[in-house]
């Protein structure tokens, strides 16, 4: 059969590149993919399953198989298989943070109207880290309170040291010149993300993560690697928010001094909530791509003891270990 030998868990284009990571995300965050409904999705399952199993139906064409790998990959787990949520899926990026951010660019002049939308985009955004961690690392009771009450609500909660002094700098760039004041939203979502990403994925920190040589062999676990993965997930959700959350005040605030503009102030929300899709349609799947998914790292640069055990059992045949960074 033509398809005998077709790899269905082979990336279709080259993830060692950018331009390959960049297709690959392009076609996984299709938000278009989260309005199809459970069965669809199964259906698509079943048929990678199957092809994984070597049994393809009469009649399936390639295309028809990497469109229901689409489906699969933007959908299900890479680490369990599982179904994911709708709202923490990657594919709900675009319509989930396009109605978050334009909110929180619209309503940014007061402290309490900072701190609400920031609440919202962090319990938001506390879905997405939860679905998309890496599920080969338990997941405890706390985790799963955080992901109710989040890091957000904790910094409104707890007067701690830092938190003050991040509600100062927001007071302060909000009495700072009008468009340096619209900025005040991205520094909140940098600020959060920050703390949000690391605290809902702590037990991948304290515990390590797995690691695997280049064929999937399990070798142990690793806190460096955790801490690698979130930090580097930690740069692409800053960078997927930048562009929009920058670049729309300076729009904004020439676009609010033209006559017709302000005949419809009602309309400057969801204007905003548009204009932030458009840039959040090219950045969702850009940043995502920035650092690859199935991330590596040097044998040389992990714990002594996880180091000294690979040595010893292979001794030159592994020089990185791979893991699953998240998203």
């Given at each position: 059969m033509a398809f005998r030998s077709f790899d269905i868990d082979a990336p279709r284009?080259?993830?060692?590149?950018?331009?390959?990571?960049?297709?690959?995300?392009?076609?996984?965050?299709?938000?278009?993919?989260?309005?199809?409904?459970?069965?669809?999705?199964?259906?698509?399952?079943?048929l990678v399953e199957s092809c994984r199993a070597g049994s393809i139906p009469p009649g399936t064409t390639e295309e028809?198989?990497?469109f229901a790998k689409k489906l699969y990959?933007?959908?299900?787990?890479?680490?369990?298989?599982?179904?994911?949520?709708?709202?923490?899926?990657?594919?709900?990026?675009?319509?989930?943070?396009?109605?978050?951010?334009?909110?929180?660019?619209?309503?940014?002049?007061?402290?309490?109207?900072?701190?609400?939308?920031?609440?919202?985009?962090?319990?938001?955004?506390?879905?997405?880290?939860?679905?998309?961690?890496?599920?080969?690392?338990?997941?405890?009771?706390?985790?799963?309170i955080s992901l109710v009450l989040n890091s957000e609500t904790t910094q409104i909660l707890v007067p701690q040291p830092w938190v003050l002094i991040y509600y100062l700098f927001i007071y302060i760039l909000q009495k700072a010149p009008?468009?340096?004041?619209?900025?005040?939203?991205?520094?909140?979502?940098?600020?959060?993300?920050?703390?949000?990403i690391p605290m809902m994925r702590q037990q991948e920190i304290l515990n390590g993560i797995a690691v695997?040589?280049?064929?999937?062999?399990?070798?142990?676990?690793?806190?460096?690697?955790?801490?690698?993965?979130?930090?580097?997930?930690?740069?692409?959700?800053?960078?997927?928010?930048?562009?929009?959350?920058?670049?729309?005040?300076?729009i904004m605030q020439r676009m609010?001094?033209?006559?017709?503009?302000?005949?419809?102030?009602?309309?400057h929300g969801p204007i905003q909530v548009m204009m932030v899709g458009v840039f959040l349609i090219f950045m969702v799947p850009a940043a995502c791509a920035l650092f690859p998914q199935r991330c590596s790292m040097a044998v040389s640069k992990l714990e002594p003891e996880l180091r000294d055990s690979i040595i010893s059992?292979?001794?030159?045949?592994?020089q990185r270990v791979y893991f699953n960074k998240g998203l």
């Amino acid at each position: 059969m033509a398809f005998r030998s077709f790899d269905i868990d082979a990336p279709r284009w080259d993830q060692s590149t950018f331009m390959g990571r960049l297709k690959h995300f392009f076609n996984i965050t299709d938000c278009r993919t989260a309005l199809l409904p459970d069965s669809r999705l199964d259906e698509a399952k079943a048929l990678v399953e199957s092809c994984r199993a070597g049994s393809i139906p009469p009649g399936t064409t390639e295309e028809q198989l990497y469109f229901a790998k689409k489906l699969y990959d933007s959908a299900f787990h890479p680490d369990t298989g599982d179904r994911m949520n709708l709202i923490g899926r990657m594919s709900f990026q675009v319509p989930g943070g396009m109605a978050i951010t334009g909110f929180m660019l619209q309503f940014y002049r007061t402290v309490p109207a900072v701190v609400f939308w920031q609440w919202v985009n962090q319990s938001f955004n506390a879905l997405v880290n939860y679905t998309n961690r890496n599920a080969a690392s338990p997941i405890t009771c706390l985790c799963i309170i955080s992901l109710v009450l989040n890091s957000e609500t904790t910094q409104i909660l707890v007067p701690q040291p830092w938190v003050l002094i991040y509600y100062l700098f927001i007071y302060i760039l909000q009495k700072a010149p009008p468009l340096v004041a619209r900025w005040v939203p991205f520094v909140a979502v940098a600020a959060a993300n920050c703390v949000n990403i690391p605290m809902m994925r702590q037990q991948e920190i304290l515990n390590g993560i797995a690691v695997t040589d280049e064929n999937g062999n399990k070798l142990g676990h690793s806190k460096k690697a955790a801490i690698k993965g979130i930090t580097q997930v930690v740069i692409s959700r800053i960078t997927m928010a930048a562009p929009g959350m920058i670049i729309m005040p300076i729009i904004m605030q020439r676009m609010e001094k033209l006559k017709f503009m302000q005949r419809i102030t009602y309309l400057h929300g969801p204007i905003q909530v548009m204009m932030v899709g458009v840039f959040l349609i090219f950045m969702v799947p850009a940043a995502c791509a920035l650092f690859p998914q199935r991330c590596s790292m040097a044998v040389s640069k992990l714990e002594p003891e996880l180091r000294d055990s690979i040595i010893s059992q292979y001794g030159d045949g592994v020089q990185r270990v791979y893991f699953n960074k998240g998203l």
